[in-house]
C-alpha cells in the first residue's frame, strides 16, 4: 500500500480515487470514493480542477462536488505558491469574517514546501464567478468593499488575526526583489496591454520607482491583513447572491489601500469609477469602523487610496499568464486611475 501524500505534486495525484479516498475520511470516515469525473480544469498560476464525485460511506453529508487547487500542472508557478492559500484556509478563514468558499481540506506536504486546498465547489452550489469583461455596478462594487472592510477590521495591526507569522509583505518582497527586469516589464507596456495608456503611464522605470516610494509609504502606516488581489476574477457570487473572495495565494501584510484602490479600480469602468469612488471610499471608512476597525480620516484616506492605486496596476502591468483579453482590460482600467488620479505625481516620480 502505497503512503499517503498530503499534498501531491500532480494532478493526476489528486484525481485517483484512492487519494481522494484518504482524504475524505479525514472528515467523513468510511467514505470511498468510485468514480471521478472531471467538470473542469483551469490552469493559471495554480491548477484548479472541479470534480464530480461518486462516493460509498462516509455519511449523507458527505462533499461529492468539490474543487481541488495547488500547483499541480506546469504552470511554471514555483510550489511554495500554494502555501499562504493553503495556511490561509487551514490557520485564518475559520477566525476572519469573510465570505469564503467552504473548505473541505487543506494540508501541506511533509517539508511543507507546497500546499493543496479542496473545498467545495462555488458553481454546483449554485454561486457563480465574475469576469473583467463584465464590469461592476456600484452596489456590486460597494458589496465587494463590505468584505474586505470586514477583513481589515478583523486583522487590524496589533489583533491576533494579524500576528500570523507565515503571513509578510508581499510589497516589500516585489520591491526589493522585482518580479520582471524593467526591459522586459517596458516591452509588455509597449505592447497591446498599454496601448490605450499615456506614454508618462507607460513607463516601467517610472512605475517600479513609484512602488518602491508605495512600499516605503505602506511601512511606515499603520497596517493590516490585505487580501492583495481583489479584481473581479476573484469575487464569487453565493447562490444567496452574497459577495465572497478566492484566490488568497498573496495574502499580505499591509495597507487597507491596497485593497480598496485595486478593487475599486478594476471591477468598476473607468467612468463609473470616476463618478462613485470618492462616494464608495466614503462607505469603506464608514463600513470598516463600524466593524470594529480604526475612523480614517477623509482627507488622509484619499490621498493613500490615489498613491495605492500603483500596486494594482503594477501587478497587471507584469502578468503573463492570464488570456490577454482579461489582462488588457484590467491594465487599461487600472492604468486610467493611475492617471486620473496623479498617483505617480503624488508619489513624487
Same mark, same amino acid.
Given at each position: 500500500?502505497?503512503? =499517503?501524500?498530503? +499534498?501531491?505534486?500532480?494532478?493526476?495525484?489528486?484525481?485517483?480515487?484512492?487519494?481522494?479516498?484518504?482524504?475524505?475520511?479525514?472528515?467523513?470516515?468510511?467514505?470511498?470514493?468510485?468514480?471521478?469525473? %472531471?467538470?473542469?480544469?483551469?490552469?493559471?498560476?495554480?491548477?484548479?480542477?472541479?470534480? &464530480?464525485?461518486?462516493?460509498?460511506?462516509?455519511?449523507?453529508?458527505?462533499?461529492?462536488?468539490?474543487?481541488?487547487?495547488?500547483?499541480?500542472?506546469?504552470?511554471?508557478?514555483?510550489? $511554495?505558491?500554494?502555501i499562504?492559500? *493553503?495556511?490561509? #484556509?487551514?490557520?485564518?478563514?475559520?477566525?476572519? $469574517?469573510?465570505?469564503?468558499?467552504?473548505?473541505?481540506?487543506? $494540508?501541506?506536504?511533509?517539508?511543507? @514546501?507546497?500546499?493543496?486546498?479542496?473545498?467545495?465547489?462555488?458553481?454546483?452550489?449554485?454561486?457563480?464567478?465574475?469576469?473583467?469583461?463584465?464590469? =461592476?455596478?456600484?452596489?456590486?462594487a460597494?458589496?465587494?468593499? !463590505?468584505?474586505?472592510?470586514?477583513?481589515?477590521?478583523?486583522?487590524?495591526?496589533?489583533? @491576533?488575526? #494579524?500576528?500570523?507569522?507565515?503571513?509578510?509583505?508581499?510589497?516589500?518582497? %516585489?520591491?526589493?526583489?522585482?518580479?520582471?527586469?524593467?526591459?522586459?516589464?517596458?516591452?509588455?507596456?509597449?505592447?497591446?496591454?498599454?496601448?490605450?495608456? @499615456?506614454?508618462?503611464?507607460? !513607463?516601467?522605470?517610472?512605475?517600479?520607482?513609484?512602488?518602491e516610494?508605495? &512600499?516605503?509609504?505602506?511601512?511606515?502606516?499603520?497596517?493590516?491583513?490585505?487580501?492583495?488581489? +481583489?479584481?473581479?476574477?476573484?469575487?464569487?457570487?453565493?447562490?444567496?447572491?452574497q459577495l465572497?473572495?478566492?484566490?488568497?495565494?498573496?495574502?499580505?501584510?499591509?495597507?487597507?489601500?491596497?485593497?480598496?484602490?485595486?478593487?475599486?479600480?478594476?471591477?468598476? $469602468?473607468p467612468?463609473?469609477?470616476?463618478?462613485?469612488?470618492?462616494?464608495? /471610499?466614503?462607505? #469603506?471608512? +464608514?463600513?470598516l469602523?463600524?466593524?470594529?476597525?480604526?475612523?480614517?480620516?477623509? !482627507?488622509?484616506?484619499?490621498?493613500?487610496?490615489?498613491?495605492a492605486?500603483?500596486?494594482?496596476?503594477?501587478?497587471?502591468?507584469? *502578468?503573463?499568464?492570464?488570456?490577454?483579453v482579461?489582462?488588457?482590460?484590467?491594465?487599461?482600467?487600472?492604468?486610467?486611475? +493611475?492617471?486620473? /488620479?496623479? @498617483?505617480f505625481?503624488?508619489?513624487?516620480?
Open positions: 500500500m502505497t503512503s =499517503f501524500d498530503p +499534498a501531491p505534486a500532480s494532478l493526476d495525484e489528486v484525481l485517483a480515487p484512492t487519494w481522494l479516498s484518504t482524504m475524505l475520511a479525514e472528515r467523513w470516515p468510511g467514505a470511498t470514493v468510485r468514480d471521478v469525473r %472531471i467538470v473542469e480544469v483551469l490552469a493559471t498560476q495554480a491548477t484548479k480542477a472541479r470534480l &464530480a464525485l461518486e462516493v460509498e460511506g462516509g455519511g449523507a453529508d458527505v462533499s461529492t462536488r468539490i474543487c481541488i487547487k495547488g500547483v499541480l500542472t506546469d504552470t511554471g508557478a514555483t510550489p $511554495s505558491a500554494s499562504i492559500e *493553503t495556511l490561509f #484556509y487551514r490557520e485564518a478563514a475559520a477566525v476572519l $469574517s469573510v465570505r469564503v468558499p467552504a473548505c473541505i481540506y487543506a $494540508s501541506l506536504n511533509a517539508d511543507k @514546501s507546497r500546499g493543496v486546498v479542496v473545498m467545495q465547489d462555488v458553481i454546483a452550489a449554485g454561486g457563480g464567478f465574475c469576469t473583467a469583461l463584465d464590469p =461592476f455596478t456600484p452596489e456590486q460597494l458589496d465587494g468593499l !463590505d468584505e474586505l472592510a470586514r477583513l481589515h477590521a478583523a486583522a487590524w495591526e496589533g489583533t @491576533s488575526a #494579524y500576528a500570523f507569522g507565515w503571513v509578510h509583505s508581499f510589497l516589500d518582497q %516585489i520591491t526589493h526583489r522585482p518580479v520582471l527586469p524593467l526591459g522586459i516589464l517596458q516591452e509588455l507596456l509597449d505592447g497591446p496591454r498599454g496601448h490605450p495608456l @499615456s506614454p508618462a503611464v507607460r !513607463d516601467a522605470g517610472r512605475l517600479q520607482r513609484a512602488l516610494r508605495l &512600499a516605503a509609504e505602506v511601512r511606515a502606516a499603520p497596517r493590516c491583513l490585505v487580501h492583495g488581489d +481583489a479584481h473581479a476574477g476573484n469575487v464569487y457570487s453565493q447562490a444567496d447572491g465572497g473572495l478566492v484566490d488568497w495565494q498573496i495574502l499580505q501584510k499591509g495597507e487597507w489601500a491596497q485593497d480598496v484602490a485595486y478593487h475599486l479600480a478594476a471591477v468598476l $469602468s467612468e463609473d469609477r470616476r463618478v462613485h469612488e470618492r462616494a464608495l /471610499l466614503d462607505e #469603506y471608512r +464608514a463600513r469602523k463600524a466593524l470594529g476597525g480604526p475612523q480614517l480620516a477623509a !482627507d488622509a484616506a484619499w490621498r493613500r487610496y490615489r498613491a492605486m500603483i500596486y494594482g496596476f503594477y501587478l497587471w502591468a507584469i *502578468t503573463r499568464k492570464v488570456e490577454p482579461i489582462t488588457h482590460e484590467f491594465v487599461r482600467r487600472l492604468g486610467i486611475a +493611475a492617471d486620473d /488620479l496623479q @498617483s505625481e503624488l508619489l513624487g516620480v
